[in-house]
Every structure is written in structure tokens, then in C-alpha cells.
């Protein structure tokens, strides 16, 4: 008998915390909120930002399909970024159930450095099929955005030149992975009738050169260090022709790539006068 009534006792309390808990749920559904939580307190512009968002409300909710998240960023006041009218049916994009959480990713626009945060408008008790109604809107933690930091970058020692002048330029490996650049110092652009176009510029004597270029192996945070004696060069009948360049706005650039992935990716420098 003894036996039995302890037996009775423990199921009564397992039973009695099972509805514990289940009441608690539900208070915590009752009290309702969506909850947005980033997995990083700071991103770089046209980074990936993760974000987990759970329903605490007894209902469904849904996000809107054209713009499911609208990015903010806090001067005095919290203002969000515009964005162009949607041009197609706003319908209920992604739903969550009464409880659920799920997780979500998305790329960050390019932005000044500053505080943001997500504001997620959202239909409260809607149906996935239904037109997209804003109830309330919400808002994830802050976080910082902060300008992209260029792997690879080429500098002139001064923006304004006169002619004739030797332009100083750094190309600097800004990090820990060796990168490869198509060739050890860059090609050298001139703003003309609205476009940029490559000038000759011969880096060795005419008929030495090999026939391809031969890639510069750039390690972790090295920088090469060279000049440009602002002349526009080329090969003629075997014989090296050289000419000063003419006044106007000049850039460098080079082609870069990432050891690893081998994919190549085009910098420029900044962009310097020649007066």
C-alpha cells in the first residue's frame, strides 16, 4: 500500500509541473512581442548579418513578401533608409507559427559606418495566402555597421601632382592571407570623354617581355613600394617610345586574387591630378 501511494504522489507531481510549465507557456505566449536577435553586434558594409526571430505570440505571424526587414540607422533619431515602392502584390512572404523560432540571412547594403537595427513590420494572425497587413512593427537589438576594409589597396603619396612629378605609389596586403596580383606594379588609367580608358605603359624593354604576365605573390600584411614617372609608354618598331602624359585625372589599378579560391577581382587606387 505504502508502495502504491508513492507511486500516486510522484505521477501527481510530474502531472502538476507538466501543467506548470505548460501554464507558464502560455503566459509567455499571452504576453506576446516578436523577439530579433542578431548573431553580431557589429557587421562590415555588404556583410552577411544572421538573425534569429521568434513568435511569442498565441497566433501565427507573417512578413511581407516585398520587403521583409527595413534597415534603420540612429542620428538623433531612428530613421530608415528609403526604399523604392513595391511593384508587385505585397503578399505574406514567410509565416511563423505560435512559438516558433527560425532562423534567417541577409546581405547588408553598402551603408555608412554608424548604429543600425532591423525593423520588421509583421501580420499578426494572418493566413500565408492572405494580402500582407502591417499590425506592429519590431525591432531587433542595435548593432554597428562599419565601412568595408579593402584587402588589397593601392595609394598615391598625394592627390594633386604637377606634371612631370614622380608619383609615390603603396600597394599594401592589408591581410593575414597571401594574395596574388597580375603583376607587381599596376596598370595606369586616364579619365577620358567620360570614361576611363588603360594608357600604354611598357614595364620592361621592347622584346624582353614575356608573354604573359607574371604574377606577384603578395604576402600577409606586405607592401611593395614603387613610382611612376608619369610617362605614357609603348614598343615601335622594336625601339621604345616614350612621352610625357597630359594633364587631367589618373587612377591606378590591378587585379587581385585570393590564393585560396583563385578568383580575381579588379582594385583601383585613388584617383590623383595631374595638373
Not at 507511486?7 to 501527481?12: I, M
Not at 505566449?29 to 557587421?43: N, Q, R
Not at 512572404?93 to 541577409?106: R, S, T, Y
Request: aromatic share 12%.
Amino acid at each position: 500500500m505504502k508502495k502504491y501511494l508513492i507511486l500516486f504522489f510522484a505521477v501527481f507531481l510530474i502531472i502538476m509541473l507538466f501543467i506548470g510549465w505548460m501554464g507558464w507557456k502560455g503566459h509567455q505566449l499571452e504576453k506576446g512581442g516578436v523577439s530579433i536577435v542578431t548573431d553580431k553586434a557589429e557587421y562590415e558594409s555588404g556583410g552577411i548579418l544572421k538573425v534569429k526571430i521568434k513568435n511569442n505570440f498565441p497566433k501565427q505571424i507573417c512578413f511581407s513578401s516585398c520587403y521583409p526587414y527595413l534597415l534603420e540607422s540612429k542620428n538623433e533619431n531612428w530613421e530608415s533608409y528609403k526604399y523604392v515602392e513595391c511593384q508587385k502584390l505585397d503578399g505574406n512572404g514567410h509565416c511563423l507559427k505560435a512559438g516558433d523560432l527560425k532562423a534567417f540571412e541577409l546581405t547588408l547594403p553598402e551603408v555608412s559606418e554608424g548604429l543600425h537595427r532591423l525593423a520588421i513590420p509583421v501580420c499578426i494572425g494572418c493566413k500565408s495566402e492572405d494580402t500582407f497587413r502591417e499590425d506592429k512593427r519590431f525591432y531587433s537589438n542595435e548593432f554597428k555597421i562599419k565601412e568595408k576594409k579593402e584587402e588589397v589597396t593601392i595609394t598615391t603619396d598625394k592627390t594633386k601632382y604637377e606634371q612631370g612629378e614622380i608619383v609615390k605609389i603603396i600597394v599594401k596586403n592589408n591581410t593575414e592571407k597571401e594574395k596574388d596580383l597580375m603583376d607587381s606594379f599596376p596598370f595606369v588609367e586616364r579619365f577620358e570623354n567620360g570614361k576611363w580608358i588603360e594608357i600604354k605603359n611598357e614595364i620592361c624593354p621592347c622584346e624582353t617581355c614575356p608573354p604573359m604576365y607574371l604574377f606577384y605573390n603578395l604576402a600577409p600584411n606586405e607592401i611593395i613600394r614603387t613610382e611612376w614617372n608619369q610617362k605614357e609608354e609603348w614598343c615601335e618598331n622594336k625601339k621604345l617610345v616614350s612621352k610625357e602624359v597630359s594633364p587631367g585625372r589618373y587612377r591606378f589599378k590591378n587585379e587581385v586574387s585570393d590564393v585560396e579560391k583563385g578568383e580575381w577581382e579588379t582594385i583601383f587606387s585613388n584617383e590623383f591630378i595631374i595638373n
